[in-house]
């Protein structure tokens, strides 16, 4: 059986990145004996460009139809100044989320030892660490009543944190179901219930579902402890699990455990067809130069084996060989220390498909 994988490259690295994790799907499907079967489309910029809308039919039909979606970056200088909903990010990307039934973003934050020194934190904070962030990605502010009104003179605002049982519940069970597959298998839950009622229902549901995984151990933080615990002490976590905004801005924080954007896959699941990106950003500044890290994007093509093929072997020797890559010091400009071994794009993937 083929795997069906639709490829979009985008914009800036994306085009860059996205050839290079091609090359390691294809190494697996050698090794291991399976066929990936690759469909591109177009999207973002380049989308804009050659049709004038950033997400075509044709795109969207594609994913639909495909196993899993390989996503580059999207954006650019160039098309900053379109209408919102012309703009990459607006019209193709929260769209497609949407199309998908995306509920659930996950990206695991994994310190290689071997980039320790490449971190702006302490090495003694970081070394060890090794977390996957469980981002509630389709309900809460983002989605819930907002509006603006002017009473008397006075304008304001608001956006409805809401939630819905069934909502928190998918989200959790997923978090749980990651924790089982993984050594610690330990949830801690992320919420205000100290203050907030939909972190109250949030942390009800948590409870309720944490029954049916007695092998799981549940742990419940405020979200304002959780970022200064993120940064004090990011080892004690496993498995995060929280709602849309808390997770927007704990995730962002997350991704500076790890030495560099260009480390970090990321993958957004639910649907039927899950969609998996690094999660970094199309980088203008150093796009066309060979120079962007192409580990980003290939880690995600692991987590679209693991994920959406339950090919976890493959996964696992993807990552190992990312891992000895870096211990033998190679590096791309964005982790280059003193003494290693710098490396462009292609020349990067080169030492991963050696180590595989
Ligand atoms: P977006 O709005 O698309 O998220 P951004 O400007 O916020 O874009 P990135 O495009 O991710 O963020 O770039 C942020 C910085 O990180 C840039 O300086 C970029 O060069 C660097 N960077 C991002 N990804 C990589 C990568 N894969 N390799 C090397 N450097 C990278
Ligand atoms: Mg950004």
């Known amino acids: 059986m083929a795997y069906r994988i639709a490829v979009l490259p985008g914009d800036g690295i994306g085009t860059e990145v996205v050839p290079q994790a091609i090359r390691v799907l ?43 979606v390989l996503l580059g970056a999207i954006g650019g200088p160039k098309w900053d ?74 304008e304001r605002a608001w956006d409805t944190m809401l939630y819905s049982t069934p909502e928190i519940e998918r989200i959790v069970r997923l978090a749980f179901e990651a924790a089982r597959k993984r050594t610690r298998k330990e949830v801690c839950s992320v919420d205000k219930a100290n203050v907030l009622e939909a972190s109250r229902l949030w942390r009800e549901t948590a409870i309720r579902v944490a029954a049916d995984y007695p092998d ?14 993120l940064v004090r ?42 969609l998996y990106e690094p999660a970094h950003g199309s980088a203008p500044d150093i796009a066309g130069q060979k120079k962007a890290n192409p580990l980003a994007t290939i880690l995600s093509a692991a987590m679209m084996l693991e994920y959406s093929f339950n090919l976890v072997t493959e996964a696992r020797a993807i990552e190992d060989a990312v891992e000895k890559v870096l211990s033998k010091g190679f ?15 292609e020349e990067m993937t080169d030492r991963v498909l050696e180590e595989l």
């Open 81 to 154: 100044n379109l209408p919102t909903h012309l703009r990459p990010e607006v019209g193709a990307l929260l769209p497609l989320r949407k199309e998908l039934g995306l509920y659930a973003n996950i990206r695991p934050c994994r310190m290689y030892s071997a980039l320790a020194d490449a971190s702006t934190l302490k090495k003694e904070v970081l070394e060890g660490t090794d977390m996957v962030v469980i981002r509630e990605l389709t309900g809460g502010m983002y989605f819930g009543p907002k509006g603006r009104e002017t009473v008397d003179g006075v």
């Open 233 to 274: 002490n990011p080892r004690q976590f496993d498995v995060v699990v929280t709602e849309n905004t808390f997770g927007d801005i704990l995730t962002d924080q997350a991704s500076m455990l790890s030495a560099s954007l260009g480390m970090l896959p990321s993958a957004s699941i639910g649907g039927n067809v899950a």
């Open 26 to 68: 294809d190494k697996i499907a050698e090794k291991y004996g399976h066929q990936f079967e690759y469909k591109q489309g177009l999207i973002g910029g380049a989308a804009i460009d050659a049709t004038g809308h950033p997400l075509p039919e044709e795109t969207l039909g594609l994913c639909y139809n495909s196993d899993a």
């Open 216 to 229: 799981v151990t549940l742990t419940h933080m405020y979200v304002d402890n959780a970022a200064m615990q």
């Open 331 to 345: 590096r791309t400009g964005d982790i280059m220390e003193a003494g290693k071994i710098l490396v462009n794009t």
